[in-house]
Structures are given as C-alpha cells and as structure tokens.
C-alpha cells in the first residue's frame, strides 16, 4: 500500500507507466530478491540473481527451453525498471503490478513487430491473489505473472516467501511433467499452487468453527462473539481473493492467445473446478459462521433467562419466610404462642415451607 501511495505521486501524467517514469519513482526501504531457474526436459539451473542489469544483459543457455524469473519484494524500482526494458512490459500492465491492490484478471498484450506468424513481443498478464495463513492472521498478497513464448515472470508483493516451494521442487526432479511442457504450463502450475493452497486454510477455518460452536453452546462469552466476527471477515477476504479466481481460469481457458497452449487449457480445467469446490466451502463456512452469531445470542438470552429464573425463584422462596419474619418482628409485648422454643419452631416452620415450595415447583415442572 505504501509503494501505491509513491506511485500514484510519480506518475501523473497518465494511463499506464512507461520504464522510463520507473528511474523517477523513489524505492522503497526494502530489498527485492531475484531468483532465476532455467530448464529443459534434461536439465535445471537456479541462479539466485544479485546484479539483474548484468544477468538480463547475458544470454540464457542454449539448452533452455523455459526461463522463470521471480521478484520477491517490489521496493526496489530498479529491478522493475530492468525487467520492464528487457521484456518490454505494456505502461499499463507496469501500472497494475505498482498499483496495488489489483482484482485478479488476466489481459492479452501484443507487440508491434509479428515475425514468421508468432510476436516476439506478445504476453499474457495475469494478476492473481495468493493467501497465506500466517502467526498473525490471514495475508492476502498481489502477485502479476507475465507469460510469454518461452519466459514466466512473476512479482510478489512482499518478499518473506510464497507456496510455491512444491512447484520448485518439481522442476528440480527430472522426468516432471512440469519439466515436459512450455512456460505455460509453468504458469497452470503456479495458479494450481495458489489456489490449493486455500484448501488447508479453509480446513484451519473449519476447525476453528467447531471449537467456536462448541464454547458458544457451552458457556458464551463476549470474545467468543468477537472472534466469530473476526472469522467472518476472514472469510470475506478468502471469498474476495478466490471469486475473481474463478473468472481468471475460466478466461484462460476460452483465450486464444499464442503464448498459451491447448494442453494447459486443457489442464486448467482442473484448477477451474478446485476454485468451485473452493467456493463452495467457503459459502458453507460463511453460512455457518452467521448460524454461529445467531446460536451466541440464542444461547445468551438463555443463560440469562435461566439467571433470572434462579433468582426468581430465591425471591418466591424468600415470601413466605419475610412475611412470618415480619410478623414476629412486631412490637408486641404478648403473642399467643410466645414460649420458650418459640425461635427453633420459627426457624423449622420456615425450612419446612421452603422444601414444601420447591417440591411444588419441581412437580410443576418450574424447576
């Protein structure tokens, strides 16, 4: 949020941002990590990039078939800059990934020089939004993947990981069928990824629910009525970051564009039908988590009517014992009863009227 607020003060001239405006933006106090991995059907490089002008002046290897370069933290304006010269990036996909937060979408660029009926220049954009469940709570995080022919680039908005360890993993194991396939498979792999990883945050949330029901029922309190409105808006956010997910796979899949191939279409089938069950659980969860603040009321309305009907029931039994109190508490000099044991029979009359009135109230079904 910090870096849209030094973006929209650099750039004011228009639609978009060109990588010359980039060198005028200010950097923010963060260091961006640039990590390369290059592979082929036979082999994998990982270079972890620490001068990116020179990386990007340098030519990939021969042998490889699909280059993924990946930008953790966006405060250094200078690798941006860099990227967006050398892959000659849209102004208004450069604006996009600054200006956060964007809602997922996926937008088609084209180049000015189309050689031998492919464009060099031609690109995917997508932006997509990655969950993660961290100490603090739940983080959603802006992450833009640019797909060309054979080159993934991909900037995270913050830089203290990701849940793509698995598809790092896989491109390391030889024989992977992400190793098989072109860059956009790579993607299909990395929008996988994104979107399963909501799968154990909504297993988290599920358990959480069932705790919350069972102390609501047992004993409720205000923090628990606090932290089922803090589920909630959890929930919303889960349901912000996955609905437009949904639009995002299901226009991958109708795209005809060059850079991305009928075989990942095909695999992204996939991903469109965990998005669903995805909402679908979510929808349940959110429905759930409102029975929650309907059962909290309920069941404290029932604990104080339960309250009020004990002490009722302390004030019924006291009657009868006030008004005999009252009674011999007059200033008479003589009572027909007066005697000796006349305080131990007070005190017996009374115990007895109470078990009689409680005996009463339980055949009554009162108590």
């Given at each position: 949020m910090e870096l849209g607020k030094r973006f929209n003060k650099g750039s004011q001239?228009?639609?978009?941002?060109?990588?010359e405006e980039l060198s005028k933006l200010p950097s923010g106090p963060g260091k961006s990590r640039v990590a390369c991995i290059d592979y082929s059907k036979d082999q994998v490089k990982v270079t972890e990039v620490t001068d990116l002008k020179e990386f990007l002046a340098s030519h990939r290897p021969e042998w490889t078939s699909v280059r993924w370069i990946n930008v953790d933290g966006l405060d250094d304006m200078d690798?941006?800059?860099h990227l967006a010269d050398k892959y000659q990036l849209h102004p208004l996909a450069i604006e996009d990934v600054l200006h956060r937060p964007q809602r997922p979408k996926v937008d088609a660029y084209?180049?000015?020089?189309?050689v031998a009926g492919?464009?060099?220049q031609a690109r995917l954009f997508i932006i997509a939004r990655m969950l993660r469940l961290l100490s603090e709570g739940l983080r959603d995080e802006q992450i833009s993947i640019f797909l060309g022919h054979s080159t993934v680039l991909?900037?995270?908005e913050y830089a203290d990981g990701d849940v793509w360890d698995a598809v790092r993993q896989r491109l390391k194991t030889a024989g992977s069928r992400v190793r098989q396939h072109d860059a956009s498979f790579l993607v299909y792999s990395l929008l996988d990824a994104i979107v399963d990883q909501c799968f154990p945050i909504l297993e988290?949330?599920?358990d959480r629910l069932e705790d919350l029901e069972g102390r609501i029922l047992r004993r409720p309190g205000q923090k628990d009525f606090e932290a089922v409105h803090r589920l909630k808006r959890e929930l919303l956010l889960v349901r912000r970051c996955v609905w437009p997910m949904r639009e995002v796979i299901n226009t991958l899949q109708r795209e005809e564009h060059e850079c991305l191939s009928d075989e990942t279409r095909t695999y992204l089938r996939?991903?469109?039908?965990?998005?669903?069950q995805i909402i679908d659980i979510l929808e349940t969860?959110?429905?759930v988590a409102v029975g929650l603040s309907e059962t909290y009321m309920t069941a404290l309305s029932n604990r104080l009517n339960e309250i009020m009907k004990v002490l009722t029931m302390i004030n019924v039994f006291f009657i009868p014992i006030t008004f005999l109190s009252s009674v011999f508490g007059m200033n008479f000099t003589k009572f027909p009863w007066d005697h000796a044991h006349a305080f131990p029979a007070f005190g017996a009359a009374c115990v007895a009227i109470t078990i009689a009135m409680i005996v009463w109230f339980r055949r009554r079904g009162w108590l």
């Open positions: 001239k228009g639609a978009g941002i060109t990588p690798v941006v800059r084209a180049g000015d020089a189309p492919k464009d060099p991909t900037l995270q988290h949330y599920g996939d991903v469109g039908d965990h998005a669903m969860y959110r429905e």
